[in-house]
């Protein structure tokens, strides 16, 4: 079995599992000349943003040996141990503890520890399986290793191999001034003479640790059991928004965990359009909902945390420091979803298409939004039709809109018209033979002004004579 990945000239292989190493499989090769290795091979294209994702939640797990941990490219974990391996009995009763957690996980691990990044690295992928490296003998354990494992680019890798050194053993007894002179302009990862350096601890390579998602959570404990947290939430939504200020972040999910005294546990939660911090506007969230939470024979725990935090600033409106504005449409929304659900309240985004009934669509009011799309450069009607109404041209101009047409069973006579405004089919998408449209603003005697368009143009070989239909209303 492997997991494949695109490439420029197809598929390679990205990663395997045991039985295809021991078939020959190596990963970044064709998965088509592995397929004359291996005939039964299984291919699955690999996910590696998941992977990524996966591999960045497993760091901040193994906060549990060390407080120092980063990732190591797509598959591998740095953790600076230093000051951590006696409190877990030194460091092979360690790299046990390390393996024997992380396959209750379901996951196969190659450990090694040693004085340096490098030479971790290395002998964590080539050496012995656990294995533990002291200070003065990284140039010894490292010495029967391939190149490879000092972290070069496959180039640097196969032109070392050409001059005879397959070793990092053999590229230590190279003299430095004739590696310095072939590499000196080299980047890191085509620099052997860097690498090693880092490897024996000549160069520092500290770990550069990423920090954990702060986490923000509040509680209230009770003296005695209650059934009704009302009274008590205002104060945690207080508490909990004053984090949220001084970390100057908002949140867009509230998360109400109430503990009963019978061990059970009841969890409610809301959400906003926007990041927030108003205590008053997040504790009305939770009006009408509390009726909810079964309170059983009572809770004597309250917490209140707040997830999906993010940058939030603060606005000035006016010289005193606050802001005019009573009721912002976020808060609205936040309301009217609390009160009539995730689904019934919706809101427009802008869609990346030139078509205008395609330019727009609707998501709920709490999700997120995407990335925004750019607005188109003309002028769009305040009104757009969902489906455009076809009229009928009593008299045309042209190469121009309508003089005289009947909509809805009224007729209409242009005074003034700005277009044409040409709009391709998105071929993409579009079944073939789609008609392109002409748009026109137009005038009529009683001062509406609509959008309208042709679709086609005369003698284009595609259905006939144009049609014309009403698209939209301005002011």
């Known amino acids: 079995m492997v997991l494949a990945r695109a490439a420029q000239h197809g598929p390679v292989v990205h990663a395997t599992n045991r039985v295809a190493r021991l078939a020959g499989v190596m990963p970044g090769s064709r998965v088509v000349d592995m397929r004359a290795i291996c005939p039964d091979m299984q291919v699955a294209y690999a996910d590696q943003a998941a992977d990524r994702a996966a591999l960045d939640r497993l760091v901040l797990w193994a906060r549990r040996w060390c407080p120092w941990t980063v990732r190591d490219g797509d598959d591998g974990i740095i953790l600076d141990t230093t000051g951590a391996d006696h409190l877990l009995g030194g460091e092979a009763a360690m790299l046990i503890e390390m393996e024997t957690q992380l396959s209750l996980l379901g996951l196969t691990s190659r450990l090694a520890v040693a004085p340096t990044w490098g030479a ?12 533990i490296c002291a200070a003065d003998q990284v140039a010894v354990k490292l010495g029967a290793l391939p190149v490879t494992g000092l972290r070069l680019d496959g180039q640097t890798v196969l032109l070392l191999r050409r001059l005879g050194l397959k070793t990092i053993g053999a590229l230590i007894d ?10 000196a302009r080299a980047a890191l990862a085509a620099n052997p003479v860097l690498r090693l350096d880092q ?5 520092a390579e500290p770990v550069s640790s990423v920090d954990a998602a702060p986490r923000f959570v509040v509680q209230t404990r009770l003296a005695e059991p209650i059934f009704d947290p009302t009274p008590y939430l205002p104060a945690l939504c207080a508490d909990l928004c004053d984090l949220l200020h001084q970390a100057g972040q908002g949140c867009r999910r509230l998360y109400l965990t109430i503990y009963r005294t ?10 906003t359009s926007a990041p927030s911090r108003d205590p008053v ?45 009573d009721l912002h449409l976020s808060q609205l929304l ?96 579009d079944r073939p033979g789609t008609r392109l449209r002409d748009y026109f603003k137009v005038e009529d005697q009683a001062g509406r002004r609509l959008w309208l368009y042709r679709e086609g143009l005369h003698e284009d070989g595609r259905d006939g004579d144009p049609r014309w239909f009403v698209h939209g209303m301005f002011a």
């Not at 971790?120 to 294995?131: K, P, Q």
């Not at 003299?175 to 310095?180: E, I």
């Open 262 to 271: 019978d061990g059970d546990v009841s969890h409610l939660d809301v959400a």
């Open 174 to 183: 190279v003299p430095r001034l004739s590696l310095t002179r072939r590499f």
């Open 120 to 131: 971790a690295w290395a002998l964590a992928r080539y050496g012995s399986v656990r294995a």
């Open 334 to 429: 936040d309301r009217l979803t609390a009160r009539f659900g995730d689904r019934a309240v919706t809101r427009p985004i802008l869609r990346a298409s030139h078509i205008p009934e395609r330019a727009e669509a609707c998501l709920p009011a709490l999700a997120t939004p995407p990335a925004l799309m750019p607005v188109p450069a003309n002028e769009r009607p305040i009104r757009l039709l969902d489906h455009p109404e076809e009229i009928r041209v009593l008299y045309a101009v042209p190469e121009g809109p309508p003089a005289q047409f009947q909509w809805r069973r009224q007729t209409h006579r242009v005074v003034r018209y700005n277009g044409p405004e040409r709009i391709a089919p998105e071929w993409w998408k």
């Open 281 to 325: 506007h997040l504790h009305s969230l939770f009006r009408d909902r509390l009726d909810r939470i079964n309170p059983g024979f009572g809770f004597d725990l309250i917490s209140l945390e707040a997830g999906d935090p993010a940058q939030m600033q603060g606005i000035q409106t006016n010289l005193t420091g606050g802001s005019d504005d």
């Open 199 to 203: 490897a024996l601890g000549n160069l």
